[in-house]
């Protein structure tokens, strides 16, 4: 496989998690280059649940390379607990994790201050995860942040920290917060400092050595392309670029050493937090609620539901530049009559063939649908493309050709055995 960046085509949770995890094993080198532990990647394999946050997914094949790239804000506490976490389940992680110098620290400020924020905002709230993903870009952007290399050297991290606690307090302070305690974070910091030491290195150098060799690369995408800071639908996003060219500024490795984009799509439309989502439906929301599907594997919150939308998906074929198209939970579908498919928007005499940034018109934007007989047949069990009930292959090539990518792989089950490739 040559060097793949996966990228999600919808609103995040498309699941990527269990795409990666297969298409790992034809890679030798597995990178994570934007957001935080707000992501959560799900993968079984057998009976065993593995719920990964910010270490890749790559880390559950036995010899391949993990990379946390300086794209990434690490929340190192977190990250322990997640390595123990993978440590216990008998996962190998010591000589297959590297963790990039200078990715950023989240540290207990940013998580109370993206809290606090969301507090104020009142009904008009993003519906963050919580877990100080925006402060920390912010103080990134704002080129007041801590990185990795600081956080494992003791003295200067010791210095930085009791400044930058010092003037987050007033600020905490000022918005009725609790402030923060400088001796109880450090402690904790510290001991997660000293613990992530030996993971923390060159991971830019790393990666161009592994360019040089020819080692197949897999860049793995967490959110999704509306989430993106720059390309999603602001506010309602995170504060990463979350799309294509994140892979690249999130670990270094330059745009020509990139071979293949791979989108991955739910075969409907799923969305966690606030912002408009066009084709929302309760319908579908109660059947796959019912059905005990979409529970975000971050914060457990029942996730917003709709058609399959490719006005949406079309649109992160552009920013993208998808070649390849990854559609999963197909077998989400499987009981239902019709199937409808948002193929435009209508705004008053304007129809919309790709996503309008002015958030007051896309939520005032009609959805005009395509309707798609169900299949009405359990598909989880199927392994090859051709044993797929007809009906269920037209709806998937419909998806690929409206969004104008080719279809490569179709998911219908959590497992790694139900994957069926083209
Ligand atoms: P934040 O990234 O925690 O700041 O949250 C900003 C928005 O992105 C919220 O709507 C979250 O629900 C959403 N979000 C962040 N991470 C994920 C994810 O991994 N899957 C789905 N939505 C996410």
Known sequence: MANTILVGAQWGDEGKGKIIDVLAERSDYVVRTAGGNNAGHTVFIGDQ???LHLVPSGILWPGKKCVIGNGVVIDPVSLVEEIEGLKRLGVAVDGQL???????????YHRLLD?????????????TTKRGIGPAYGDKAARV????????????????????????????RALGARPLSYPRVHAAYRAAGDYLRPYVTATVVLLHEAVRRGAPILFEGAQGTFLDIDHGTYPYVTSSNTTAGGACTGSGVPPNQI???????????????????PTENAEIADLLHGMGREFGATTGR??????????VTRHAAMVNGIDRLAITNVDGLDTLETIKVCIGYRHGDRRYDYVPADLEVLAA???????FPGWRTPTSGIREWRKLPARCRAYLKALAELTGARLSIVSVGPAREQTIFL
């Open 49 to 51: 649940k593995f719920v």
């Open 98 to 108: 590297f963790i990039s110098e200078t990715a950023h620290v989240v540290f207990p």
């Open 365 to 371: 934007c009609q959805p005009v649908y395509a309707e």
């Open 259 to 277: 071979d293949c984009v791979y989108g991955v799509m739910k075969a409907y439309t799923t969305r966690v937090g606030e912002g408009p989502l």
């Open 145 to 172: 942040g801590l990185r990795m290399v600081d956080l494992i050297q003791p003295e200067r991290f010791a210095r930085a920290l009791r400044q930058r606690i010092r003037e987050n307090n007033e600020v905490l």
């Open 115 to 127: 809290e606090q924020r969301e507090l104020r905002k009142g009904r008009g709230r993003l519906g």
């Open 302 to 311: 029942p996730r917003r539901c709709g058609w399959a939308d490719t006005v």
